[in-house]
């Protein structure tokens, strides 16, 4: 008798306790899945509804024992009103443009993620990357993801942000 292997089937796991990065003295776990296969894309589309994040290849959603604090939220942006405070925003960064490109790593790209880093999450892990890790974040992906950036009018980057194409939207 032959057997098939079953190539489509999915396995979702979950981690091991880990000291929690957002709230001190809490723990999180998740649920991880890999994204693989002809519908790798229908599956993170599915699963982006349900609350999960992507990570190069995997996809996760928290599974913390007595927390429910992280809380995927979605936009409907036809009916956005921007408020106040973004107003002002928007109006200081009139000499930004941006652009959408494919997911490609550079090393100015990765100047600005170390000076955010170290500015806004010093200690944490993703402040520990080197360059070959950064590049994995931005270019390892198995769905449809673009790479947004903006600059000012001299052309110095001020900021860029990895964008994943759902059946409705980015994320």
């Avoid at 292997?5 to 001190?24: E, G, V």
């Avoid at 723990?27 to 002809?38: A, I, K, Y």
């Avoid at 490109?101 to 010093?122: D, I, K, V, W």
């Avoid at 993703?126 to 993801?145: F, G, R, V």
């Amino acid at each position: 008798m032959r057997h098939k292997p079953i190539s489509d089937t999915r396995f979702f796991f979950a981690t091991a306790p880990l000291p929690c990065p957002y709230l001190p003295d809490r723990v999180e776990r998740r649920v991880v899945t890999e994204l693989f296969g002809r519908d790798a894309t229908r599956l993170h589309d599915q699963l982006s509804y349900a609350g999960f994040r992507r990570s190069h290849g995997i996809v996760y959603a928290p599974a913390c024992p007595g927390c429910d604090a992280c809380k995927a939220v979605r936009i409907a942006v036809d009916g956005f009103d921007l408020r106040p405070s973004m107003k002002r925003i928007l109006k200081a960064n009139t000499d930004l443009s941006a652009r959408m490109a494919q997911p490609t790593a550079t090393q100015e790209q990765y100047r600005l993620f170390q000076r955010y880093q170290a500015s806004r999450h010093s200690g944490g892990d993703m402040s520990k990357m080197d360059y070959l890790d950064y590049q994995a974040l931005i270019e390892d992906t198995p769905i449809d993801t673009g790479l947004i950036t903006f600059r000012d009018d001299e052309g110095a980057l001020m900021g860029a942000m990895l964008a994943d194409r759902l059946g409705d939207g980015l994320s």
